[in-house]
Nanobody, 115 residues
Framework: QVQLVESGGGVAQAGGSLSLSCAASGTIFDIDSMGWYRQTPGKQRELVVD???????NYGESVKGRFTASRNNAKKTAVLQMNSLKPEDTGVYYCYVDHQNGRSWGRGSLVSVSS
């Protein structure tokens, strides 16, 4: 069984910064991609970033140039640095990991950005 522990998030003002971390544990033999999706009010869940095992990053259009992700393959962790935050970034951010048994999700971290 694979577990994801998320930390970070919280409240920020527009233009500010927050970070999220995600750590995978359990029986994991092979991790392909890690990353985040988010659920913002009134919208469908959308991609924030995929971080592939070879280091390739795939950002959602709405966060390009503002958010930066990285991962540590040995530690099975990933970090999302969110800068220049906007009120429309408010939502619940879900970490995911693609492994040998499919995709697992974290419980989500709340990010709230005030104007």
């Amino acid at each position: 069984q694979v577990q994801l522990v998320e930390s970070g998030g919280g409240v920020a003002q527009a233009g500010g910064s927050l970070s999220l971390s995600c750590a995978a544990s359990g029986t994991i033999f092979d991790i392909d991609s890690m990353g985040w999706y988010r659920q913002t009010p009134g919208k469908q869940r959308e991609l924030v970033v995929d971080v592939f095992s070879d280091g390739i990053l795939n950002y959602g259009e709405s966060v390009k140039g503002r958010f930066t992700a990285s991962r540590n393959n040995a530690k099975k962790t990933a970090v999302l640095q969110m800068n220049s935050l906007k009120p429309e970034d408010t939502g619940v951010y879900y970490c995911y990991v693609d492994h040998q048994n499919g995709r697992s999700w974290g419980r989500g971290s709340l990010v709230s950005v005030s104007s």
